[in-house]
């Protein structure tokens, strides 16, 4: 009971208490209008080089933006502890670690599913995408699969920017890294042929993937295979996540190196 | 019966290194073969300069660092050995502005702790409205902490280390930095945890404090005991001669260095007090050193000289000042 009452309300107070993106005067611009101008803009040089179609540019850019409260949400609720000087008191809890700090991620979830369907949304309606109403439930499982898995990779960063100190380095890099080599913009066929192999080991790929198949007339259980493949990658980043924190704070203890308090 | 912590030969070294290419090592014993211990129910005082390692010793006993060598022990439980046994049964507290979770309100940051350390639900609202009364803060629980002054927030920080009703707790120098009201306010709380029966270890630089509040004392420095007793047995414990105290107006280093050179003289210390100086001259035993002092400063404009019967202060900068 006791794991369940810190992952859940644990999780949602240090989630409030620490990613200071929720005011409204951050969350709007950043997290709902930035990701709109970034389909825009991309929907536009699409057009103007007679590339993709808009549905392309939407779905790649409307799936992606859940990196950016993934990222930034999920690194701040857990490197925000050392800055806050909370850490140490966290680590002289009984807290079980992992419900401490996986428990952050429910509500990262959240807000980067919330923020993917608004892009989705706003995006498809201003370049007047046609997406059949029956293709929405499906979207928003694959978008929420995709928060999901990005949220896996960015426990991972959150973990090593206890230790490394620069979060918004870290979050700013993989965003690019997202950006590019997930097929967001770009067609994994189109890139050089070593990146797709890096594709390969990152999430959201095979949610944009699966996305366009679905919004092209394919149903749920035809890319099954995909969803699972990135929930099983997802699942690798997660235990990784939980195996840098465990180590750092095992180090922490034998050399000093979080200085937590 | 074993004593409620028990600190045995305990040492702590850190290794640091610098440099890109031609990194060099060096290692710094924080703290040295420590040994002392508190028995249940005392407030126990743990004093030294900075750098002593007071802060170093805390973070040991209440399962942050691990020892290098020796044994630590808190309710009887190996720190090193069973840390997680040890958290759920003490507070900790350190001063300062930080720790607390600014952007959440009082009662939010206690909410939060209390899931950490378990606290039942059912009792959690009980519990934290008794603790904010405690610190006096009842009413104020729905503000967010970054409006907080520091004295409130040091209240707080108490209120947070006392959620789950420790049987030992740990403060690392609450009262720093914060007003003279408050920090009696907070020495008032700590008599009272005290009387309800809390074993407190308590670090501090104010010596007024620790003489006041504390049972006994450790003095530390550079990570060894100097000494450990009753504030009354260190006073004694230290052979202080006659104390003078010289309030001056922009006394020149050479006239303290002068005094200091002085036959008679032990230690002298030289402060700011508002737009006045103050020289502390500790004599050695039996010396006579007024007239000398003052002849010393004799150029000088004196506001005032006073002798006194030594205090813990005198006796602290005996043992630490001669270390």
């Known amino acids: ?261 | 019966m074993t004593s409620t912590v028990e600190v045995t030969d305990l040492c702590r070294s850190f290794k640091t290194s610098t440099g890109l290419l031609w990194r060099s090592h060096r290692t710094t014993e924080a703290v040295r073969d420590l040994s002392f211990s508190v028995e249940r129910g005392e407030l126990f005082g743990l004093l030294g300069p900075n750098g002593a390692g007071k802060t170093t010793t805390i973070k040991m006993l209440i399962t942050l660092l691990l020892p290098t060598s020796g044994v630590a022990r808190v309710l009887g439980i190996d720190v090193a050995r069973d840390p997680q046994a040890v958290r759920s049964r003490i507070g900790y507290v350190f001063g300062g502005e930080r720790g607390l979770y600014e952007r959440l309100s009082a009662a939010d940051n206690l909410r939060y702790f209390a899931e950490l350390y378990g606290v039942s639900p059912r009792s959690q609202r009980t519990r934290i409205a008794e603790l904010l009364e405690l610190v006096d803060l009842s009413g104020r629980e729905k503000e967010r902490v970054e409006g907080f002054s520091r004295g409130m927030r040091q209240r707080l920080h108490i209120a947070r280390g006392l959620l789950h009703d420790p049987e030992v707790l740990f403060l690392d120098e609450p009262t720093i930095g914060i007003d003279p009201v408050g920090a009696r306010q907070l020495r008032e709380l700590v008599v009272r945890l005290r009387e309800a029966g809390k074993t407190i270890l308590l670090t501090t630089h104010y010596m007024l404090e620790a003489d006041l509040l504390c049972d006994r004392i450790a003095v530390i420095d550079k990570g060894q005991l100097l000494a450990l007793g009753t504030p009354t047995e260190l006073k004694s414990s230290v052979d202080i001669g006659q104390v003078i105290e010289v309030e001056t107006f922009g006394l020149p280093q050479t006239a303290i260095d002068r005094i200091e050179t002085l036959d008679g003289v032990r230690t002298v210390t030289a402060s700011v007090r508002g737009h006045l100086q103050l020289l502390v001259v500790q004599g050695h035993p039996g010396a006579e050193v007024t007239g000398s002092v003052l002849a010393a400063v004799d150029d000088q404009v004196v506001h005032r000289v006073l002798t006194r019967e030594p205090t813990l202060e005198d006796a602290y900068v005996a043992l630490v000042g001669g270390s």
């Open chain 1, 1 to 261: 009971m006791s794991a369940a009452r810190i992952v859940f309300i644990g999780g949602l107070l240090s989630y409030r208490a620490l990613f200071n993106w929720l005011n409204p005067w951050i969350f709007i611009p950043t997290l709902v209008l930035l990701p709109i101008f970034q389909i825009l803009l991309f929907a536009f040089m699409g057009r103007q080089a007679n590339l993709e179609s808009d549905q392309f540019f939407v779905i790649g850019n409307a799936v992606q933006s859940a990196s950016t409260p993934c990222l930034w949400g999920m690194t701040s609720a857990i490197a925000g502890e050392r800055s806050s000087r909370t850490l140490g008191l966290l680590l002289a809890s009984p807290a079980p670690r992992v419900a401490t700090f996986v428990g952050r991620a429910i509500p990262v979830i959240a807000n980067a599913w919330i923020v993917s369907l608004i892009s989705f949304a706003v995006g498809a309606w201003l370049l007047r995408v046609d997406l059949p109403p029956s293709r929405w439930p499906a979207i928003a499982v694959l978008v929420l699969v995709g928060s999901v898995s990005c949220t896996g990779l960015a426990l991972v960063l959150a973990a090593i920017s206890l230790r490394v100190r620069d979060t918004a380095t870290l979050a700013n890099s993989m965003y690019g890294v997202l950006l590019i080599f997930c097929g967001v913009n770009v067609p994994l066929a189109a890139l050089p042929g070593w990146m797709p192999a890096v594709s390969a080991w990152l999430p959201l790929t095979r949610t944009i993937e699966a996305t366009r198949e679905v919004a092209a007339g394919a149903s749920l259980g035809h890319v099954g295979g995909l969803v699972l493949h990135e929930l099983a990658l997802t699942s690798g980043y997660l235990l990784l996540g939980i195996c840098i924190l465990r180590y750092f704070e095992a180090s922490s203890r034998a050399k000093a190196t979080l200085e937590v308090v």
